[in-house]
């Protein structure tokens, strides 16, 4: 029967059988709302309709076709509802335990069948080598007619990419119900990068195999193929080393401060965590089975004080210094002696046993140099080895290393840092800190994976919205991460390296949760998918926004929680005449933003927000950005009353410097919402730039004390300490700059953690800046304002 008919006589059925009906002229209309975006896409105009049951028929004896058949099946009975029919892998050829898949095929897809597929099976996967010149090792054929669908291949990788986006041709546009009608379409697609990489810090905080895995699934579902896998840093060590078990004995315990406690159970438990090798190999095949790599990282000669806490014989000072419970640069390095070399050497044994990649990744970053500067043993030994200073001898001791991964067949991969003159070529570069580190990379000769801070670092926060989860600065958005391009330079040398890939990294000092990587993750890792997979001139952020929604539709099916800062609504006031409230509406995207005052919720049909809208205090606003199908994308609330308007919470200030600015949230409380500090660590100085301060005779400062856990190397003397009227900090309000008449000095001496400080203003007219200011040393605590309110 013709497709067309047959999608029009299935109108009716569908309009009784489902609720929401699936039109054929709709999914003819519809945009394809693919991420990644194909190289490739033509679109004709008919559709096809696959129905529930309908069978796929895998044309190769390669028995990873089927497994991938069936995760493909898994996923579409759970995310879109139809069952379809996958044949099972011949027995002769079926690779036991080769690909046991997952959460996602199970429990739902118990419906999926084995049961052999009628030779009418409408979709067919075909592996064939002979499609390895036009396709590479990771491209794909995918033909939508209305005969019916295939996806071809030359490698298993390819047949799996292929199967992603016909999930996503099935998702969410195709509609429910047991019928689906896609439009015809044919696409060949292949990467633009052949390393697109998320880096995991699971030093920092810890996350379970459970959720890695989990993560390993989305990352394959936006096609991403490298887990840079941070498995040891100051603050832990976490992977299993059978030779040295202190390492993770000790090495992945630390004391638990700030909101560690929530997680340990208590300031009293320490904040434990590891990976057995068992696990981590269960990891490995688990990835493995998605086509994701894992590049494990064990970082040498710095980053080292959970190694040097659990054997400090390795360190070079021969002290023993605890787990670190700080974040940022710190001061122990591994000795450079043969006792220490040959430990690291049997520590990359095992982990060469763990982990099958071909690179292994060894840090080589933010290394100070004080200790060896320090140590006369050092000292001679660079005199012996001629080394001119303590940056030759990083060099001597990581083409140490980079030589033995490569007497094992592998290539050593490190952070921008390891790029010294002697350096191998071999050795592959991570370039993190500039552009112009990828230069001079790929001048000597270096492959190299472009992870630039800040646009790649997904710790840094994607919106200014005080809701947004605490994180570092700069504001890294959707849109400036969609729009990465590494702007590279042609090195026009021979024997210049290759750009391998892009890689965006997540750092988890401010995540301590899993709960808040997937915020941080979600849905700028689709961006980045598409930077990375994409070719460049098929780049168009309006068209990425049109078929966010979809994707955004997907991440429910799937369960993850995922970020709406893009589209939250921001409320600014301003006072209109003596009692009104204008509130402007935007948000980062732009779109339908719609509203409702008082109780109601916002609908599809809710009046659209145009204009600043004059309200009568006091109101409830509640705001709600929509897709353009109608479907909401998120929703806040405002409580409108005068006080909102001479109320200023900390990412509303200024900080008076930016030396280092920082969200940090409060230890407490253990359950529920934690307030969120924007603070300068280094300058606890704040500013209310023009603040209408006519009329107002109160003052009133929410304020929080945080434990000071930084290490700052040499920039410790940056921090700014200001001398105190007795023996406790205060908080000191000048008028109109920082040096100004002081307005009140309100002292901490008894305050707790999180108290409200209070003061009496002198009479004002017309707006003044205000500037905030807490005396005393951060260090000793550091106390941060949470929110500063003036009222009458
Ligand atoms: C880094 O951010 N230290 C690589």
């Known amino acids: 029967m013709d497709a067309r008919l047959l999608a029009t006589l299935l109108l009716a059925c569908c309009t009784l059988l489902s609720s929401s009906p699936v039109r054929a002229d709709d999914a003819a209309a519809a945009p394809l709302t693919l991420i990644p975006m194909p190289a490739h896409v033509q679109r004709q105009q008919n559709m096809f309709v696959l129905n529930d049951g309908d069978g796929l028929h895998v044309q190769t004896d390669d028995p990873r076709a089927y497994d991938i058949a069936a995760y493909f099946a898994g996923l579409v009975a759970r995310t879109r509802g139809l069952r379809l029919h996958v044949p099972a892998a011949p027995m002769s050829k079926a690779a036991p335990g080769t690909?046991?898949?997952?959460?996602?095929?199970?429990?739902?897809?118990?419906?999926?069948?084995?049961?052999?597929?009628?030779?009418?099976?409408?979709?067919?996967f075909e592996l064939s080598k002979s499609y390895g010149t036009e396709l590479g090792t990771e491209g794909y054929r995918l033909q939508v007619s209305e005969d019916g669908i295939s996806i071809s291949a030359a490698t298993p990788t390819g047949l799996f990419y292929g199967s992603v986006t016909l999930w996503q041709l099935l998702t969410p546009t195709a509609g429910r119900g047991p019928v689906a009608v896609i439009p015809d379409v044919s696409i060949e697609d292949q990467p633009r990068y052949g390393w697109r990489g998320l880096l995991l810090d699971s030093a920092r905080h810890f996350q379970s195999v459970a959720d890695i895995e989990q993560l390993i699934d989305w990352m394959a579902l936006h096609k991403l193929n490298v887990l840079q896998w941070h498995l040891t840093d100051d603050q832990g060590w976490r992977l299993q080393i059978k030779?040295?078990?202190?390492?993770?004995?000790?090495?992945?315990?630390?004391?638990?401060i700030g909101p560690d406690a929530v997680l340990s159970g208590g300031p009293d438990k320490p904040y434990c965590g590891s990976y057995t090798q068992d696990q981590a190999r269960e990891i490995v095949r688990y990835a493995a089975a998605r086509y994701v790599t894992v590049v494990p990282e064990i970082e040498m000669p710095g980053h080292a004080q959970a190694a040097i806490a659990a054997y400090p014989e390795f360190g070079v000072t021969g002290q023993q210094p605890p787990v670190s419970t700080d974040w940022g640069v710190h001061a122990y390095l591994y000795n450079t002696d043969d006792a220490t070399l040959g430990f690291l050497q049997e520590v990359l044994d095992e982990v060469m046993a763990v982990f099958p990649s071909t690179y292994i990744d060894v840090g080589g970053d933010e290394a100070l140099k004080d200790q060896w500067k320090a140590s006369a043993a050092i000292q001679a030994q660079m005199r012996g080895l001629k080394l001119a200073d303590e940056d030759a001898l990083q060099g001597w001791f990581i083409t140490h290393m980079a030589g033995y991964l490569q007497a094992h067949g592998r290539k050593l991969i490190g952070w921008d840092g390891i790029l010294t003159p002697g350096l191998p070529p071999q050795a592959a570069v991570m370039a993190w800190q500039s552009p112009d580190y990828t230069a001079q990379a790929l001048q000597q000769g270096h492959d190299v994976v472009i992870a630039y801070s800040p646009t790649l670092y997904m710790d840094d926060y994607q919106s200014d919205v005080h809701d947004e989860p605490p994180g570092r600065p700069p504001v890294v958005s959707l849109k400036d991460v969609y729009g990465f391009e590494p702007a590279l330079v042609p090195t026009g040398k021979p024997g210049a390296g290759q750009v391998l890939g892009e890689q965006i990294n997540l750092w988890?000092?401010?995540?301590?949760?899993?709960?808040?990587?997937?915020?941080?993750?979600?849905?700028?890792?689709?961006?980045?998918?598409?930077?990375?997979?994409?070719?460049?001139?098929?780049?168009?952020?309006?068209?990425?926004?049109?078929?966010?929604?979809?994707?955004?539709?997907?991440?429910?099916?799937?369960?993850?929680?995922?970020?709406?800062?893009?589209?939250?609504?921001?409320?600014?006031?301003?006072?209109?005449?003596?009692?009104?409230?204008?509130?402007?509406?935007?948000?980062?995207?732009?779109?339908?933003?719609?509203?409702?005052?008082?109780?109601?919720?916002?609908?599809?049909?809710?009046?659209?927000?145009?204009?600043?809208?004059?309200?009568?205090?006091?109101?409830?606003?509640?705001a709600t950005a929509f897709a353009t199908d109608g479907s909401p994308l998120a929703t806040r609330h405002a409580h409108i009353d005068a006080a909102a308007l001479t109320t200023r919470d900390s990412d509303a200030l200024d900080t008076c410097s930016n030396k280092l600015v920082l969200r940090i949230e409060a230890p407490r409380p253990l359950t529920g919402t934690r307030p969120v500090y924007r603070v300068d660590i280094m300058d606890t100085c704040w500013l209310w730039r023009a603040a209408a301060v006519d009329g107002m005779r109160h003052l009133s400062v929410g304020i929080g004390k945080l434990p000071w856990n930084y290490q700052l190397a040499h920039d410790v003397s940056g921090v700014v300490v200001r001398p105190m009227d007795g023996s406790y900090p205060a908080l000191d309000v000048h008028l109109d700059s920082c040096g100004g008449q002081t307005l009140a000095h309100l002292p901490l001496q008894a305050a707790e953690i999180q108290t409200q400080l209070t003061a009496q203003l002198p009479a004002f007219s017309g707006s003044h800046d205000l500037c905030f200011i807490v005396t005393g040393d951060p260090k000793q605590g550091l106390w941060a304002i949470d929110k500063v309110l003036l009222s009458p």
Request: positive net charge; proline residues 10%; glycine residues 6%.
């Open 99 to 124: 690909l046991k898949l997952s959460k996602l095929d199970l429990p739902k897809a118990r419906s999926v069948s084995h049961a052999s597929p009628p030779d009418t099976s409408p979709i067919r």
């Open 243 to 256: 030779k040295y078990p202190k390492l993770t004995r000790i090495g992945a315990c630390r004391k638990s």
């Open 508 to 622: 988890t000092e401010y995540m301590p949760t899993f709960a808040r990587d997937e915020h941080a993750l979600f849905p700028r890792m689709a961006a980045f998918a598409e930077a990375a997979w994409s070719p460049a001139a098929a780049r168009d952020w309006d068209g990425f926004l049109a078929r966010l929604p979809a994707e955004l539709t997907r991440y429910q099916a799937l369960g993850i929680g995922y970020a709406d800062s893009a589209y939250a609504p921001r409320f600014t006031l301003s006072p209109e005449g003596d009692s009104k409230i204008s509130v402007s509406l935007s948000n980062q995207v732009g779109g339908v933003i719609r509203y409702a005052i008082g109780d109601t919720a916002v609908t599809a049909s809710s009046p659209p927000y145009s204009t600043p809208l004059t309200m009568t205090p006091p109101a409830e606003l509640t």
